[in-house]
T-cell receptor, first 114, second 112 residues
Framework: NAGVTQTPKFQVLKTGQSMTLQCAQD?????MSWYRQDPGMGLRLIHY???????DQGEVPNGYNVSRSTTEDFPLRLLSAAPSQTSVYFC?????????????FGQGTRLTVV | GESVGLHLPTLSVQEGDNSIINCAYS??????FIWYKQESGKGPQFIID?????DKRQGQRVTVLLNKTVKHLSLQIAATQPGDSAVYFC???????????FGSGTRLSIRP
Protein backbone atom coordinates (compact mmCIF):
# COMPACT_ATOMS: atom_id res chain seq x y z
CA ASN A 1 0.00 0.00 0.00
CA ALA A 2 1.17 3.50 -0.79
CA GLY A 3 -0.57 4.96 2.27
CA VAL A 4 -0.88 8.74 2.12
CA THR A 5 0.75 10.33 -0.91
CA GLN A 6 1.41 14.05 -1.18
CA THR A 7 2.53 15.93 -4.28
CA PRO A 8 4.61 17.91 -4.91
CA LYS A 9 7.35 17.39 -2.31
CA PHE A 10 8.77 20.86 -2.85
CA GLN A 11 7.28 24.04 -4.32
CA VAL A 12 8.31 27.67 -4.66
CA LEU A 13 5.61 30.23 -5.36
CA LYS A 14 5.61 33.94 -5.92
CA THR A 15 3.38 36.09 -3.76
CA GLY A 16 -0.12 36.16 -5.20
CA GLN A 17 0.14 32.92 -7.13
CA SER A 18 -2.33 30.13 -6.53
CA MET A 19 -1.70 26.42 -6.42
CA THR A 20 -3.13 23.11 -5.26
CA LEU A 21 -1.38 20.65 -2.98
CA GLN A 22 -2.49 17.12 -3.74
CA CYS A 23 -3.20 14.39 -1.19
CA ALA A 24 -4.37 10.87 -1.90
CA GLN A 25 -4.86 7.84 0.33
CA ASP A 26 -5.51 4.24 -0.67
CA UNK A 27 -6.66 2.89 2.71
CA UNK A 28 -10.36 3.73 2.29
CA UNK A 29 -10.15 6.06 5.28
CA UNK A 30 -13.13 8.24 6.07
CA UNK A 31 -11.23 11.07 7.71
CA MET A 32 -8.66 13.28 6.04
CA SER A 33 -7.02 16.47 7.21
CA TRP A 34 -4.40 19.08 6.38
CA TYR A 35 -1.83 20.53 8.77
CA ARG A 36 0.92 23.05 8.50
CA GLN A 37 4.16 22.92 10.46
CA ASP A 38 6.34 25.96 10.88
CA PRO A 39 10.02 25.62 11.94
CA GLY A 40 10.39 24.41 15.51
CA MET A 41 6.64 24.30 15.95
CA GLY A 42 3.92 21.73 16.25
CA LEU A 43 1.33 20.95 13.62
CA ARG A 44 -1.69 23.19 13.25
CA LEU A 45 -4.90 21.96 11.69
CA ILE A 46 -6.01 23.84 8.56
CA HIS A 47 -9.05 21.93 7.31
CA TYR A 48 -10.46 18.48 7.79
CA UNK A 49 -13.05 16.15 6.30
CA UNK A 50 -15.07 13.36 7.86
CA UNK A 51 -16.22 11.95 4.52
CA UNK A 52 -16.76 12.66 0.86
CA UNK A 53 -18.63 15.92 0.38
CA UNK A 54 -18.02 17.08 3.95
CA UNK A 55 -15.32 19.55 5.01
CA ASP A 56 -14.79 21.79 8.00
CA GLN A 57 -12.35 24.42 9.24
CA GLY A 58 -9.54 23.75 11.64
CA GLU A 59 -7.38 26.14 13.68
CA VAL A 60 -5.87 28.15 10.80
CA PRO A 61 -8.16 27.98 7.74
CA ASN A 62 -7.73 31.49 6.33
CA GLY A 63 -6.18 31.58 2.86
CA TYR A 64 -6.89 27.92 2.13
CA ASN A 65 -9.73 26.02 0.51
CA VAL A 66 -10.45 22.32 0.40
CA SER A 67 -12.91 19.95 -1.24
CA ARG A 68 -13.57 16.24 -0.85
CA SER A 69 -15.26 14.94 -3.97
CA THR A 70 -13.98 11.37 -3.47
CA THR A 71 -12.96 9.29 -0.46
CA GLU A 72 -9.39 9.01 -1.77
CA ASP A 73 -8.49 12.64 -2.52
CA PHE A 74 -8.34 15.78 -0.42
CA PRO A 75 -6.63 18.66 -2.26
CA LEU A 76 -5.62 21.88 -0.50
CA ARG A 77 -5.82 25.09 -2.50
CA LEU A 78 -3.90 28.26 -1.79
CA LEU A 79 -5.93 31.06 -3.31
CA SER A 80 -3.32 33.84 -3.31
CA ALA A 81 -0.03 32.76 -1.77
CA ALA A 82 1.57 34.95 0.89
CA PRO A 83 5.02 34.69 2.53
CA SER A 84 3.25 33.79 5.80
CA GLN A 85 2.15 30.56 4.13
CA THR A 86 5.74 29.38 3.82
CA SER A 87 5.64 26.14 5.75
CA VAL A 88 5.67 22.36 5.53
CA TYR A 89 2.23 20.95 4.82
CA PHE A 90 1.14 17.51 5.95
CA CYS A 91 -1.90 15.56 4.90
CA UNK A 92 -3.26 12.83 7.15
CA UNK A 93 -5.98 10.21 7.05
CA UNK A 94 -7.63 8.00 9.64
CA UNK A 95 -10.31 5.32 9.77
CA UNK A 96 -13.22 7.28 11.16
CA UNK A 97 -15.48 7.72 14.14
CA UNK A 98 -15.16 5.12 16.85
CA UNK A 99 -12.28 3.35 15.13
CA UNK A 100 -9.38 4.65 17.15
CA UNK A 101 -7.24 7.73 17.04
CA UNK A 102 -4.36 6.66 14.79
CA UNK A 103 -3.74 9.01 11.88
CA UNK A 104 -1.42 8.25 8.98
CA PHE A 105 0.62 11.12 7.62
CA GLY A 106 2.14 11.80 4.25
CA GLN A 107 5.77 12.83 3.80
CA GLY A 108 4.92 16.50 3.55
CA THR A 109 5.11 19.30 0.98
CA ARG A 110 7.69 22.00 1.65
CA LEU A 111 6.29 25.29 0.34
CA THR A 112 8.23 28.53 0.03
CA VAL A 113 6.46 31.75 -0.93
CA VAL A 114 8.76 34.54 -2.09
CA GLY B 1 -10.15 26.88 23.99
CA GLU B 2 -8.36 23.65 23.22
CA SER B 3 -4.66 23.49 23.83
CA VAL B 4 -2.06 20.86 24.39
CA GLY B 5 1.35 21.99 25.56
CA LEU B 6 4.68 20.50 26.54
CA HIS B 7 6.81 21.29 29.58
CA LEU B 8 10.25 21.04 27.95
CA PRO B 9 11.37 21.76 24.37
CA THR B 10 14.47 19.49 24.51
CA LEU B 11 15.48 16.36 26.38
CA SER B 12 18.91 14.69 26.35
CA VAL B 13 19.13 11.10 27.57
CA GLN B 14 21.95 8.60 27.91
CA GLU B 15 21.59 5.62 25.61
CA GLY B 16 20.07 2.74 27.56
CA ASP B 17 18.37 4.96 30.12
CA ASN B 18 14.64 5.53 30.30
CA SER B 19 13.14 8.70 28.78
CA ILE B 20 10.15 10.54 30.16
CA ILE B 21 8.44 13.16 28.03
CA ASN B 22 5.73 15.24 29.65
CA CYS B 23 2.71 17.10 28.35
CA ALA B 24 -0.04 19.26 29.84
CA TYR B 25 -3.47 19.58 28.31
CA SER B 26 -6.42 21.83 28.97
CA UNK B 27 -9.37 20.21 27.19
CA UNK B 28 -10.94 17.70 29.57
CA UNK B 29 -13.49 16.69 26.92
CA UNK B 30 -10.96 14.87 24.75
CA UNK B 31 -11.62 11.19 24.10
CA UNK B 32 -8.08 10.20 23.21
CA PHE B 33 -4.63 11.39 24.09
CA ILE B 34 -1.97 10.42 21.62
CA TRP B 35 1.79 10.45 21.18
CA TYR B 36 3.43 10.92 17.78
CA LYS B 37 7.07 10.65 16.79
CA GLN B 38 8.50 12.77 14.01
CA GLU B 39 11.91 12.06 12.54
CA SER B 40 13.73 14.68 10.54
CA GLY B 41 12.20 15.23 7.11
CA LYS B 42 9.30 12.87 7.71
CA GLY B 43 5.67 13.08 8.68
CA PRO B 44 4.55 12.26 12.23
CA GLN B 45 4.19 8.60 13.10
CA PHE B 46 1.67 7.27 15.62
CA ILE B 47 3.25 5.69 18.69
CA ILE B 48 0.52 5.01 21.19
CA ASP B 49 -2.75 6.44 22.43
CA UNK B 50 -4.80 6.24 25.59
CA UNK B 51 -8.50 6.67 26.05
CA UNK B 52 -9.63 9.29 28.51
CA UNK B 53 -11.15 6.65 30.82
CA UNK B 54 -7.77 4.95 31.32
CA ASP B 55 -4.73 6.01 33.33
CA LYS B 56 -2.05 3.75 31.88
CA ARG B 57 -1.35 1.92 28.68
CA GLN B 58 1.73 -0.03 27.67
CA GLY B 59 3.16 -0.80 24.29
CA GLN B 60 6.47 -2.16 23.10
CA ARG B 61 9.07 -0.24 25.17
CA VAL B 62 6.62 2.63 25.64
CA THR B 63 4.16 3.46 28.38
CA VAL B 64 1.71 6.34 28.40
CA LEU B 65 0.35 7.68 31.67
CA LEU B 66 -2.68 9.92 31.99
CA ASN B 67 -3.41 11.93 35.11
CA LYS B 68 -6.77 13.61 34.62
CA THR B 69 -6.66 15.26 38.04
CA VAL B 70 -3.79 17.52 37.01
CA LYS B 71 -4.38 17.23 33.23
CA HIS B 72 -1.00 15.67 32.61
CA LEU B 73 0.17 13.14 30.04
CA SER B 74 3.54 11.44 29.86
CA LEU B 75 5.39 9.10 27.53
CA GLN B 76 7.97 6.77 28.98
CA ILE B 77 10.45 5.09 26.65
CA ALA B 78 12.38 2.19 28.17
CA ALA B 79 16.02 1.53 27.31
CA THR B 80 16.31 4.50 24.96
CA GLN B 81 18.07 3.74 21.68
CA PRO B 82 19.67 5.99 19.04
CA GLY B 83 16.68 5.31 16.80
CA ASP B 84 14.45 7.03 19.35
CA SER B 85 16.01 10.38 18.47
CA ALA B 86 13.15 12.49 17.14
CA VAL B 87 10.62 15.15 18.08
CA TYR B 88 7.75 13.81 20.12
CA PHE B 89 4.33 15.42 20.05
CA CYS B 90 1.43 14.88 22.35
CA UNK B 91 -1.98 15.38 20.82
CA UNK B 92 -5.62 14.99 21.63
CA UNK B 93 -8.78 14.35 19.69
CA UNK B 94 -12.42 13.47 19.92
CA UNK B 95 -13.80 10.25 18.53
CA UNK B 96 -16.62 12.22 16.94
CA UNK B 97 -14.33 14.28 14.70
CA UNK B 98 -11.11 13.96 12.77
CA UNK B 99 -9.52 16.94 14.48
CA UNK B 100 -6.23 16.21 16.16
CA UNK B 101 -4.79 19.08 18.15
CA PHE B 102 -1.02 18.90 18.57
CA GLY B 103 1.30 20.27 21.20
CA SER B 104 4.53 22.06 20.31
CA GLY B 105 6.88 19.06 20.59
CA THR B 106 9.88 17.86 22.59
CA ARG B 107 13.13 17.02 20.84
CA LEU B 108 14.71 13.87 22.28
CA SER B 109 18.44 13.45 21.75
CA ILE B 110 20.44 10.39 22.76
CA ARG B 111 23.95 10.58 24.24
CA PRO B 112 26.19 7.63 23.40
Amino acid sequence: NAGVTQTPKFQVLKTGQSMTLQCAQDMNHEYMSWYRQDPGMGLRLIHYSVGAGITDQGEVPNGYNVSRSTTEDFPLRLLSAAPSQTSVYFCASSYGEGRGSEAFFGQGTRLTVV
Amino acid sequence: GESVGLHLPTLSVQEGDNSIINCAYSNSASDYFIWYKQESGKGPQFIIDIRSNMDKRQGQRVTVLLNKTVKHLSLQIAATQPGDSAVYFCAENHSSASKIIFGSGTRLSIRP
